[in-house]
């Protein structure tokens, strides 16, 4: 049999690749795709790259008007996205995106506090005016512990005095390890006290058992808030688990914490919107690491790692559609460390070797490519190759071993869509930093 050279893929993929021309045309064949998926997931290699920000809110927008979801779960905190669902269903105080999206103050901000997020923000409160059928904005992840804890307290100071009551005796477990959430980590998986483990279980369980009551008083709880508390506990509980995790030996990764954690309030959701009778219709927006299938990289090769995309798929099957995003160079938002500013850092060209530079030298500009299909392309994309992944951190000097990993792209997504160049999100809050932008390589000699 002879052997495919890059050559070869690349010129099948310049058959196989639907140029993306910025048209509103450029996503019906994969609205036709989504069918009747009830799960769409649309990544990022970055969390700072706007095309992939933007043309992901194009592609909800689309989903939502035209194919009837009802819901967007992103890669956020819980508690923060609340107030944005609050706000896109014309409830609360907030009267613009940019307050909205308030909550969202621990680092990265630019993550959820951006032009495109505030932009896409006010579409769907716009657009659920004028509908009957209203979709919200969710959070998955898991690292607001200290915020949880706050709002199932709120939540029980309103509907249940007592069970308020022995919540914060609960909760008080974590005020002898002060603010920093790794302090308790750190200390309760050595032993140096006890943990909280119990008590978070305790309050879970008695918010579950006491659900039902809630649902029946007259007036009955709002559903909603009482969906909101119940998952707020959940996360207390989850949260709890991967702190100590972080510093326990031979336990589960905290990788595969979050990420069931994710996927256990993707479920949440699911159940909820079913007993609201809404169409349990759900895009989900997190990094190409959640949500391209592990299974198909090195995260679960060598590291035993799962994650939302591998999940769903073994859940729900051809109930969903994995997106994935790449580019081959521009510029990116991140930090230099983690907790840093943001700045807006040069992203150089993909390195020989990968999916991005097969992309790029297939000459066109954008790109989408439905690697379901048994054509020439995707034949010859299934060996590994390199992929690029930026987090909220990017280290360009160090590229190959920080930010590639190996991969097998079909097995990964359904559908990729490439962007040759692309440039930095814009932050809400741009600093002088992000403003000026990476110097030049050669500076300060200028040769």
């Known amino acids: 049999m002879p052997t495919i050279t890059d050559s070869d893929v690349v010129a099948t993929l310049r058959e ?25 997931l649309l990544g990022e290699a970055s969390h700072g790259t706007h095309e992939f920000y933007d043309e992901r809110a194009l592609i909800t927008q689309r989903l939502i008007e035209e194919k009837g979801f009802t819901a967007v779960a992103a ?29 969202f103050k621990r680092f990265p901000r630019w993550m959820w506090r951006n032009t495109v997020v505030a932009d896409f923000v006010d579409w769907l409160r716009a657009h659920n005016e004028d509908l009957g059928v209203q979709a919200g904005f969710y959070g998955m992840d898991l690292y607001s512990l200290r915020s949880s804890m706050a709002a199932v307290l709120e939540f029980l100071d309103k509907a249940d005095a007592e069970a308020a009551k022995h919540a914060r005796e609960r909760y008080r477990c974590f005020e002898r390890f002060g603010p920093d959430d790794q302090v308790y980590g750190f200390l309760a998986a050595s032993g140096a006290t006890p943990s909280c483990k119990e008590q978070v279980i305790e309050q879970l369980m008695e918010l579950q058992k006491k659900a039902l009551d809630y649902a029946r008083r007259n007036p009955p709880v709002d559903p909603d808030e009482l969906f909101y508390a119940e998952q707020n506990a959940r996360l207390v509980k989850s949260a709890e688990e991967y702190y100590r995790s972080m510093f326990t030996r031979g336990g589960e990764s905290t990788w595969n914490l979050r990420d069931r954690h994710m996927m256990q309030t993707l479920q949440a959701l699911e159940r909820h919107l079913e007993r609201k009778q809404l169409p349990a219709k759900i895009v989900v927006w997190a990094h190409n ?19 939302v995309g591998q999940l769903v798929r073994q859940a729900y099957g051809k109930a969903a559609l994995l997106v994935g995003f790449t580019t081959h160079h521009g510029t990116v938002t991140a930090a230099s460390d983690w907790g840093e500013p943001a700045q807006r850092k040069k992203v150089k ?87 000026k932008g990476d110097l030049p390589e050669t500076y300060p000699f200028g040769v």
């Not at 639907?18 to 450029?26: K, V």
């Not at 609205?31 to 799960?39: H, I, Y």
């Not at 690491?289 to 994650?307: F, I, K, Q």
């Open 75 to 103: 890669e956020a905190d819980w508690p923060d996205a609340w107030r944005v669902n609050r706000f896109v269903h014309g409830i609360g105080a907030d009267s613009f995106a940019h307050e909205a999206l308030g909550d």
């Open 289 to 307: 690491s959640h949500l391209g299938d592990a299974r198909a990289t090195e995260m679960g090769w060598r590291r035993g790692e799962l994650n």
């Open 349 to 435: 060209e993909a390195l020989e070797g990968s999916y991005e530079t097969l992309f790029h030298d297939t000459k066109m500009k954008n790109l989408l490519l439905d690697l379901r299909t048994g054509n020439e392309a995707t034949r010859g994309l299934r060996d590994s190759r390199l992929e690029r992944a930026i987090g909220v951190v990017y280290h360009p000097r160090t590229e190959r071993v920080s930010h590639y990993f190996d991969a097998e792209l079909p097995a990964q997504f359904d559908v990729v869509l490439h962007f040759e160049e692309t440039r930095a999100l814009e932050p809400l809050e741009r600093s002088a930093q992000w403003e």
């Open 16 to 40: 196989a690749a639907q140029p993306l021309t910025g048209l509103a045309a450029d996503y019906d064949r994969l609205l036709k795709m989504v069918g009747d998926a009830r799960f769409v």
